[in-house]
Protein backbone atom coordinates (compact mmCIF):
# COMPACT_ATOMS: atom_id res chain seq x y z
CA UNK A 1 0.00 0.00 0.00
CA UNK A 2 2.73 2.24 0.68
CA UNK A 3 4.59 1.94 -2.53
CA UNK A 4 0.52 2.49 -4.40
CA UNK A 5 0.08 5.61 -1.93
CA UNK A 6 3.17 7.02 -3.04
CA UNK A 7 1.94 7.62 -6.87
CA UNK A 8 0.47 10.86 -7.66
CA UNK A 9 -2.89 11.21 -7.11
CA UNK A 10 -3.55 11.71 -10.75
CA UNK A 11 -2.74 8.08 -11.37
CA UNK A 12 -4.23 6.85 -8.83
CA UNK A 13 -7.60 8.15 -9.70
CA UNK A 14 -6.68 6.72 -13.47
CA UNK A 15 -6.56 3.13 -11.85
CA UNK A 16 -9.51 3.76 -10.05
CA UNK A 17 -11.33 4.32 -12.81
CA UNK A 18 -11.17 0.59 -13.89
CA UNK A 19 -13.02 -0.62 -10.72
CA UNK A 20 -16.90 -0.57 -10.64
CA UNK A 21 -17.87 2.51 -8.80
CA UNK A 22 -18.64 0.40 -5.31
CA UNK A 23 -15.25 -0.90 -5.09
CA UNK A 24 -13.33 2.31 -5.72
CA UNK A 25 -15.46 4.07 -3.47
CA UNK A 26 -14.90 0.99 -0.62
CA UNK A 27 -11.40 2.35 -1.21
CA UNK A 28 -11.88 5.44 0.90
CA UNK A 29 -11.25 3.64 4.08
CA UNK A 30 -7.78 2.77 2.92
CA UNK A 31 -5.94 6.12 4.71
CA UNK A 32 -6.72 9.89 4.86
CA UNK A 33 -5.34 9.97 1.26
CA UNK A 34 -7.71 7.70 -0.31
CA UNK A 35 -10.64 9.45 0.91
CA UNK A 36 -11.97 11.71 -1.50
CA UNK A 37 -10.38 9.91 -4.30
CA UNK A 38 -13.01 8.49 -6.11
CA UNK A 39 -15.04 11.53 -5.96
CA UNK A 40 -12.51 12.40 -9.40
CA UNK A 41 -13.54 9.86 -11.09
CA UNK A 42 -14.96 10.42 -14.17
CA UNK A 43 -17.29 7.58 -14.77
CA UNK A 44 -19.77 6.51 -12.09
CA UNK A 45 -22.29 3.79 -12.34
CA UNK A 46 -25.27 3.30 -9.59
CA UNK A 47 -26.99 -0.53 -9.85
CA UNK A 48 -29.04 -2.20 -7.65
CA UNK A 49 -31.59 -5.10 -8.30
CA UNK A 50 -33.41 -3.93 -5.22
CA UNK A 51 -34.99 -1.49 -3.56
CA UNK A 52 -32.42 0.16 -1.29
CA UNK A 53 -32.63 3.49 0.62
CA UNK A 54 -29.13 3.75 1.36
CA UNK A 55 -28.02 4.00 -2.15
CA UNK A 56 -30.42 6.72 -3.24
CA UNK A 57 -29.28 8.48 0.39
CA UNK A 58 -25.50 7.83 -0.63
CA UNK A 59 -26.16 9.18 -4.09
CA UNK A 60 -27.90 12.46 -2.93
CA UNK A 61 -25.59 12.88 -0.70
CA UNK A 62 -22.31 12.76 -2.51
CA UNK A 63 -23.43 13.43 -6.65
CA UNK A 64 -23.60 16.73 -5.56
CA UNK A 65 -20.04 17.26 -3.95
CA UNK A 66 -18.39 14.95 -7.11
CA UNK A 67 -15.58 16.45 -7.96
CA UNK A 68 -14.37 15.83 -11.46
CA UNK A 69 -15.30 19.06 -14.02
CA UNK A 70 -16.27 16.25 -16.73
CA UNK A 71 -18.71 13.68 -16.10
CA UNK A 72 -17.58 10.92 -18.64
CA UNK A 73 -20.14 8.45 -18.12
CA UNK A 74 -22.65 8.34 -15.40
CA UNK A 75 -24.77 5.14 -15.37
CA UNK A 76 -27.99 4.28 -13.03
CA UNK A 77 -29.52 1.25 -13.06
CA UNK A 78 -32.44 1.28 -10.58
CA UNK A 79 -35.37 -0.50 -9.72
CA UNK A 80 -36.23 1.23 -6.74
CA UNK A 81 -40.01 2.51 -5.44
CA UNK A 82 -37.90 3.98 -2.65
CA UNK A 83 -36.06 6.63 -5.58
CA UNK A 84 -38.80 8.88 -6.22
CA UNK A 85 -38.57 10.72 -10.07
CA UNK A 86 -37.50 14.14 -7.97
CA UNK A 87 -34.37 12.12 -7.03
CA UNK A 88 -33.97 10.85 -10.61
CA UNK A 89 -34.58 14.91 -12.00
CA UNK A 90 -32.31 16.10 -9.33
CA UNK A 91 -29.16 13.47 -10.13
CA UNK A 92 -29.64 14.44 -14.12
CA UNK A 93 -29.60 18.53 -13.57
CA UNK A 94 -26.07 17.76 -11.66
CA UNK A 95 -24.76 15.65 -14.57
CA UNK A 96 -26.08 18.36 -16.87
CA UNK A 97 -23.63 20.86 -15.15
CA UNK A 98 -21.12 18.76 -14.72
CA UNK A 99 -20.62 18.45 -18.72
CA UNK A 100 -21.82 15.15 -18.91
CA UNK A 101 -20.67 13.04 -22.29
CA UNK A 102 -22.60 9.81 -21.71
CA UNK A 103 -25.41 9.33 -19.53
CA UNK A 104 -27.37 5.90 -19.00
CA UNK A 105 -30.97 5.50 -17.66
CA UNK A 106 -32.45 1.95 -16.69
CA UNK A 107 -35.12 3.42 -14.06
CA UNK A 108 -39.28 1.92 -14.21
CA UNK A 109 -42.47 4.68 -12.58
CA UNK A 110 -44.92 4.96 -15.20
CA UNK A 111 -46.06 7.97 -16.80
CA UNK A 112 -43.84 9.87 -14.22
CA UNK A 113 -41.16 12.54 -15.55
CA UNK A 114 -37.14 12.25 -14.56
CA UNK A 115 -35.84 14.99 -17.11
CA UNK A 116 -35.24 18.34 -15.70
CA UNK A 117 -35.39 21.33 -18.67
CA UNK A 118 -31.65 21.23 -18.35
CA UNK A 119 -31.46 17.98 -19.85
CA UNK A 120 -32.75 19.19 -23.53
CA UNK A 121 -30.15 21.99 -23.86
CA UNK A 122 -27.53 19.75 -22.92
CA UNK A 123 -24.34 20.88 -24.85
CA UNK A 124 -22.06 17.78 -24.03
CA UNK A 125 -24.19 15.30 -24.10
CA UNK A 126 -22.76 12.75 -26.88
CA UNK A 127 -24.11 9.54 -26.32
CA UNK A 128 -28.00 8.70 -24.43
CA UNK A 129 -29.09 5.25 -23.70
CA UNK A 130 -32.70 4.99 -21.97
CA UNK A 131 -34.87 1.85 -20.85
CA UNK A 132 -37.65 1.80 -19.29
CA UNK A 133 -38.10 5.00 -18.49
CA UNK A 134 -41.03 7.11 -19.75
CA UNK A 135 -40.46 9.96 -22.13
CA UNK A 136 -42.90 12.69 -21.98
CA UNK A 137 -43.34 15.90 -24.18
CA UNK A 138 -39.91 17.38 -25.77
CA UNK A 139 -40.36 21.40 -24.69
CA UNK A 140 -41.55 23.02 -27.22
CA UNK A 141 -38.97 25.18 -28.37
CA UNK A 142 -35.33 26.57 -27.51
CA UNK A 143 -34.21 22.94 -26.79
CA UNK A 144 -31.53 21.38 -28.42
CA UNK A 145 -29.08 18.60 -28.04
CA UNK A 146 -26.27 19.46 -30.46
CA UNK A 147 -23.71 17.38 -29.91
CA UNK A 148 -25.66 13.64 -28.99
CA UNK A 149 -24.68 11.48 -31.98
CA UNK A 150 -25.75 8.00 -30.10
CA UNK A 151 -29.11 7.77 -28.61
CA UNK A 152 -30.52 4.66 -27.67
CA UNK A 153 -34.16 3.70 -26.41
CA UNK A 154 -35.20 0.34 -24.92
CA UNK A 155 -38.58 -0.23 -23.87
CA UNK A 156 -39.19 3.58 -23.59
CA UNK A 157 -42.79 4.66 -22.97
CA UNK A 158 -43.86 7.28 -24.81
CA UNK A 159 -46.90 9.59 -23.88
CA UNK A 160 -48.33 10.20 -27.32
CA UNK A 161 -47.51 9.51 -30.93
CA UNK A 162 -45.17 12.30 -31.14
CA UNK A 163 -43.01 12.01 -28.40
CA UNK A 164 -40.54 10.13 -30.27
CA UNK A 165 -39.83 12.60 -33.21
CA UNK A 166 -39.78 15.64 -30.64
CA UNK A 167 -36.91 14.18 -29.53
CA UNK A 168 -35.17 13.10 -32.92
CA UNK A 169 -35.97 16.80 -34.09
CA UNK A 170 -33.66 18.23 -30.97
CA UNK A 171 -31.08 15.88 -32.33
CA UNK A 172 -29.29 18.13 -34.93
CA UNK A 173 -26.00 15.67 -35.46
CA UNK A 174 -27.21 12.37 -34.66
CA UNK A 175 -25.55 8.91 -36.21
CA UNK A 176 -26.89 6.09 -34.71
CA UNK A 177 -30.34 5.39 -33.33
CA UNK A 178 -31.24 2.26 -31.88
CA UNK A 179 -35.14 2.03 -31.05
CA UNK A 180 -36.74 -1.16 -29.20
CA UNK A 181 -40.91 -1.23 -28.92
CA UNK A 182 -42.55 -3.56 -26.91
CA UNK A 183 -45.93 -3.33 -25.07
CA UNK A 184 -45.93 -2.26 -20.97
CA UNK A 185 -48.69 -4.00 -19.63
CA UNK A 186 -48.86 -2.11 -16.90
CA UNK A 187 -50.55 0.18 -19.41
CA UNK A 188 -52.66 -0.93 -21.91
CA UNK A 189 -53.40 2.40 -23.98
CA UNK A 190 -49.31 2.92 -23.95
CA UNK A 191 -48.33 1.53 -27.49
CA UNK A 192 -47.70 4.07 -30.07
CA UNK A 193 -50.68 3.85 -33.36
CA UNK A 194 -48.41 6.22 -35.24
CA UNK A 195 -44.80 6.71 -35.14
CA UNK A 196 -42.20 8.60 -37.85
CA UNK A 197 -38.38 8.65 -37.70
CA UNK A 198 -36.74 11.81 -39.43
CA UNK A 199 -33.80 12.23 -39.11
CA UNK A 200 -31.40 13.73 -41.78
CA UNK A 201 -27.95 13.20 -40.37
CA UNK A 202 -28.50 9.69 -39.44
CA UNK A 203 -26.18 6.81 -40.78
CA UNK A 204 -27.30 3.50 -38.40
CA UNK A 205 -30.67 2.74 -37.25
CA UNK A 206 -31.83 -0.62 -35.43
CA UNK A 207 -35.28 -0.54 -34.97
CA UNK A 208 -37.11 -4.01 -33.12
CA UNK A 209 -40.87 -3.80 -33.07
CA UNK A 210 -42.47 -6.80 -30.82
CA UNK A 211 -44.86 -8.82 -31.85
CA UNK A 212 -47.19 -7.95 -28.27
CA UNK A 213 -46.95 -3.82 -29.30
CA UNK A 214 -50.61 -4.10 -30.56
CA UNK A 215 -51.92 -0.89 -31.60
CA UNK A 216 -49.48 -0.18 -34.22
CA UNK A 217 -51.18 1.40 -37.11
CA UNK A 218 -48.25 2.86 -39.26
CA UNK A 219 -44.73 4.17 -38.70
CA UNK A 220 -42.71 6.44 -41.35
CA UNK A 221 -38.61 5.91 -41.97
CA UNK A 222 -36.63 8.91 -43.50
CA UNK A 223 -33.34 8.72 -43.24
CA UNK A 224 -31.05 9.46 -46.48
CA UNK A 225 -27.89 9.22 -44.68
CA UNK A 226 -27.99 5.68 -43.57
CA UNK A 227 -25.22 3.53 -44.26
CA UNK A 228 -26.92 0.90 -42.11
CA UNK A 229 -30.08 -0.20 -41.36
CA UNK A 230 -31.66 -2.94 -39.08
CA UNK A 231 -35.49 -3.64 -39.35
CA UNK A 232 -36.57 -6.93 -36.86
CA UNK A 233 -40.30 -6.01 -36.91
CA UNK A 234 -42.43 -9.12 -35.83
CA UNK A 235 -46.05 -7.73 -35.02
CA UNK A 236 -48.65 -9.22 -37.71
CA UNK A 237 -51.22 -6.91 -36.95
CA UNK A 238 -51.11 -5.51 -40.51
CA UNK A 239 -49.93 -1.93 -39.88
CA UNK A 240 -48.44 -0.34 -42.47
CA UNK A 241 -44.92 0.94 -42.81
CA UNK A 242 -43.35 4.01 -45.03
CA UNK A 243 -39.76 4.10 -46.09
CA UNK A 244 -38.32 5.96 -47.86
CA UNK A 245 -35.02 5.83 -49.91
CA UNK A 246 -31.79 4.91 -48.21
CA UNK A 247 -29.23 5.70 -51.33
CA UNK A 248 -25.86 5.13 -49.96
CA UNK A 249 -27.17 2.39 -47.85
CA UNK A 250 -24.37 -0.47 -47.74
CA UNK A 251 -25.79 -2.98 -45.14
CA UNK A 252 -29.09 -4.49 -44.62
CA UNK A 253 -30.70 -6.83 -41.58
CA UNK A 254 -34.08 -7.10 -42.17
CA UNK A 255 -36.70 -9.72 -40.35
CA UNK A 256 -40.17 -9.31 -41.16
CA UNK A 257 -43.56 -10.47 -42.05
CA UNK A 258 -44.08 -10.05 -45.74
CA UNK A 259 -46.61 -7.55 -45.65
CA UNK A 260 -43.96 -4.95 -44.15
CA UNK A 261 -41.01 -6.62 -46.86
CA UNK A 262 -42.95 -5.28 -50.01
CA UNK A 263 -42.38 -1.72 -48.14
CA UNK A 264 -39.13 -1.77 -47.46
CA UNK A 265 -37.49 -3.90 -50.48
CA UNK A 266 -37.66 -0.34 -52.66
CA UNK A 267 -35.68 1.16 -50.05
CA UNK A 268 -33.04 -1.04 -49.65
CA UNK A 269 -31.89 -1.83 -52.94
CA UNK A 270 -28.63 -0.28 -52.97
CA UNK A 271 -26.61 -2.86 -50.07
CA UNK A 272 -23.87 -4.68 -50.36
CA UNK A 273 -24.83 -7.23 -47.44
CA UNK A 274 -28.12 -8.61 -46.78
CA UNK A 275 -29.88 -10.28 -44.11
CA UNK A 276 -33.32 -11.36 -45.17
CA UNK A 277 -35.93 -13.27 -42.71
CA UNK A 278 -40.00 -12.87 -44.19
CA UNK A 279 -42.83 -14.90 -43.35
CA UNK A 280 -45.49 -14.83 -45.45
CA UNK A 281 -49.14 -14.06 -43.64
CA UNK A 282 -51.42 -14.81 -46.24
CA UNK A 283 -51.46 -18.17 -46.26
CA UNK A 284 -54.13 -18.09 -49.74
CA UNK A 285 -51.21 -16.73 -52.27
CA UNK A 286 -48.83 -19.34 -50.79
CA UNK A 287 -47.18 -19.40 -54.46
CA UNK A 288 -46.77 -15.12 -54.88
CA UNK A 289 -43.52 -13.21 -54.27
CA UNK A 290 -43.01 -11.78 -51.42
CA UNK A 291 -42.34 -8.45 -52.58
CA UNK A 292 -42.76 -6.95 -55.82
CA UNK A 293 -41.51 -7.22 -58.99
CA UNK A 294 -39.09 -4.57 -60.84
CA UNK A 295 -36.48 -4.38 -58.16
CA UNK A 296 -32.61 -5.02 -58.37
CA UNK A 297 -29.81 -5.14 -55.98
CA UNK A 298 -27.98 -4.08 -58.61
CA UNK A 299 -24.62 -3.60 -55.51
CA UNK A 300 -25.54 -6.93 -53.32
CA UNK A 301 -22.62 -9.36 -53.01
CA UNK A 302 -22.94 -10.59 -49.74
CA UNK A 303 -26.82 -12.43 -48.56
CA UNK A 304 -27.61 -14.32 -45.45
CA UNK A 305 -30.82 -15.97 -46.14
CA UNK A 306 -33.03 -17.15 -42.87
CA UNK A 307 -34.50 -20.56 -44.31
CA UNK A 308 -37.15 -20.91 -40.58
CA UNK A 309 -39.92 -19.63 -41.87
CA UNK A 310 -42.29 -21.17 -43.85
CA UNK A 311 -41.93 -21.00 -48.25
CA UNK A 312 -38.77 -19.08 -47.86
CA UNK A 313 -37.70 -21.12 -50.79
CA UNK A 314 -39.55 -18.97 -53.14
CA UNK A 315 -38.31 -15.80 -51.51
CA UNK A 316 -35.08 -17.70 -52.51
CA UNK A 317 -36.19 -18.18 -56.41
CA UNK A 318 -36.92 -14.56 -56.79
CA UNK A 319 -34.02 -13.20 -54.86
CA UNK A 320 -31.56 -14.87 -57.13
CA UNK A 321 -33.27 -13.41 -60.03
CA UNK A 322 -32.64 -10.39 -58.62
CA UNK A 323 -28.83 -10.20 -57.31
CA UNK A 324 -26.97 -9.99 -60.40
CA UNK A 325 -23.75 -10.00 -59.19
CA UNK A 326 -23.77 -12.28 -55.50
CA UNK A 327 -20.55 -13.16 -54.44
CA UNK A 328 -21.66 -14.95 -51.30
CA UNK A 329 -24.81 -17.15 -50.59
CA UNK A 330 -24.66 -18.01 -46.77
CA UNK A 331 -28.36 -20.11 -45.75
CA UNK A 332 -28.88 -20.17 -42.01
CA UNK A 333 -30.84 -19.92 -39.08
CA UNK A 334 -30.89 -16.39 -37.78
CA UNK A 335 -30.62 -15.11 -33.77
CA UNK A 336 -32.88 -17.38 -31.92
CA UNK A 337 -34.81 -18.74 -34.78
CA UNK A 338 -35.49 -22.49 -34.93
CA UNK A 339 -35.78 -24.87 -37.12
CA UNK A 340 -39.59 -24.34 -38.83
CA UNK A 341 -41.94 -27.17 -38.54
CA UNK A 342 -43.58 -26.09 -42.02
CA UNK A 343 -40.03 -25.41 -44.28
CA UNK A 344 -39.74 -28.43 -45.63
CA UNK A 345 -43.59 -29.07 -46.56
CA UNK A 346 -43.58 -26.61 -50.13
CA UNK A 347 -41.75 -28.25 -52.88
CA UNK A 348 -39.19 -25.78 -54.16
CA UNK A 349 -39.70 -23.85 -57.54
CA UNK A 350 -36.63 -23.61 -59.45
CA UNK A 351 -36.03 -20.80 -61.36
CA UNK A 352 -37.70 -20.90 -65.35
CA UNK A 353 -34.02 -19.83 -66.58
CA UNK A 354 -30.73 -19.99 -64.69
CA UNK A 355 -29.81 -16.87 -62.89
CA UNK A 356 -26.99 -14.52 -64.19
CA UNK A 357 -25.32 -14.37 -60.07
CA UNK A 358 -24.87 -18.06 -60.88
CA UNK A 359 -23.31 -17.88 -64.43
CA UNK A 360 -20.78 -14.91 -63.74
CA UNK A 361 -20.11 -14.36 -59.90
CA UNK A 362 -21.33 -16.69 -57.21
CA UNK A 363 -18.09 -17.91 -55.00
CA UNK A 364 -19.02 -18.98 -51.84
CA UNK A 365 -22.22 -21.14 -51.26
CA UNK A 366 -22.54 -21.75 -46.99
CA UNK A 367 -25.85 -24.12 -45.76
CA UNK A 368 -26.02 -23.96 -41.91
CA UNK A 369 -28.93 -26.61 -40.79
CA UNK A 370 -29.01 -28.43 -44.07
CA UNK A 371 -31.61 -30.68 -43.29
CA UNK A 372 -31.18 -33.41 -46.77
CA UNK A 373 -34.77 -33.42 -46.99
CA UNK A 374 -36.59 -33.17 -50.89
CA UNK A 375 -36.44 -29.50 -50.79
CA UNK A 376 -32.95 -28.56 -49.18
CA UNK A 377 -31.77 -31.25 -51.64
CA UNK A 378 -33.33 -29.86 -54.47
CA UNK A 379 -32.26 -26.12 -53.84
CA UNK A 380 -28.41 -27.68 -53.11
CA UNK A 381 -28.10 -29.81 -56.24
CA UNK A 382 -29.40 -26.77 -58.64
CA UNK A 383 -26.98 -24.52 -57.32
CA UNK A 384 -24.17 -26.80 -57.59
CA UNK A 385 -24.82 -27.92 -60.49
CA UNK A 386 -25.19 -24.04 -62.03
CA UNK A 387 -22.74 -22.01 -60.00
CA UNK A 388 -19.85 -21.68 -62.70
CA UNK A 389 -17.96 -19.61 -60.38
CA UNK A 390 -18.03 -21.87 -57.28
CA UNK A 391 -14.83 -22.09 -55.76
CA UNK A 392 -16.47 -23.29 -52.34
CA UNK A 393 -19.56 -24.77 -50.66
CA UNK A 394 -19.98 -25.92 -46.90
CA UNK A 395 -22.67 -27.91 -45.88
CA UNK A 396 -23.36 -28.07 -42.07
CA UNK A 397 -26.08 -30.38 -41.39
CA UNK A 398 -28.99 -30.93 -39.00
CA UNK A 399 -27.88 -34.03 -37.61
CA UNK A 400 -30.93 -35.09 -35.50
CA UNK A 401 -32.67 -35.20 -39.01
CA UNK A 402 -30.91 -36.76 -41.41
CA UNK A 403 -27.97 -39.47 -41.43
CA UNK A 404 -24.66 -37.77 -42.48
CA UNK A 405 -23.46 -40.26 -44.31
CA UNK A 406 -26.30 -40.45 -46.72
CA UNK A 407 -26.13 -36.43 -47.24
CA UNK A 408 -22.43 -36.43 -48.45
CA UNK A 409 -22.78 -39.00 -50.66
CA UNK A 410 -26.10 -37.99 -52.59
CA UNK A 411 -24.40 -34.22 -53.15
CA UNK A 412 -20.91 -34.80 -53.16
CA UNK A 413 -21.42 -37.63 -56.50
CA UNK A 414 -23.84 -34.22 -58.28
CA UNK A 415 -22.80 -32.66 -61.06
CA UNK A 416 -20.95 -29.33 -60.63
CA UNK A 417 -20.69 -26.54 -62.82
CA UNK A 418 -17.51 -25.58 -61.29
CA UNK A 419 -14.89 -27.82 -61.87
CA UNK A 420 -12.67 -26.20 -58.90
CA UNK A 421 -15.47 -26.22 -56.37
CA UNK A 422 -14.60 -27.40 -52.90
CA UNK A 423 -17.27 -29.09 -51.13
CA UNK A 424 -17.13 -29.63 -47.42
CA UNK A 425 -19.01 -31.39 -44.66
CA UNK A 426 -19.40 -30.76 -41.03
Known sequence: MSRIGGLPDELLIKILSYLPTKVAVSTSILSKQWKLLWMWLPKIEYITIYSKPTLREFIDKNLPLHRAPVIESLRFKLNCNQ?????????????????VRELEITYFWENRNIFPSSFYTCKSLVILKLEDVTLMDVPPSMVCLPSLKTLKLESVTYVNDESLQRLLSICPVLEDLSVRLCHSY??????MEEFSIIVPSLQRLSLSIDDDYQDL????????????????????????????????LKEAYVDVVSASLKSVVGSITSVKRLTLCSE????????????????????LEHLNLCVSKKHWSNLLTQLLNDVPILRVLDISYLDDHGLSKHNQLVRWKQPISVPECLLSSLQIFKWSGYTGKRQDRDIAVYILKNARCLKTATILAQPSLVPKLDMIKELKFSSRASTTCELLFD
Open 83 to 99: TKPEYIKRWIEIAVSRH
Open 186 to 191: DDDDND
Open 217 to 248: DRYVINTPCLKYFKLKDRNDSGHDCEIKNMPI
Open 280 to 299: NLNEENDDDADYGDGFVFKE
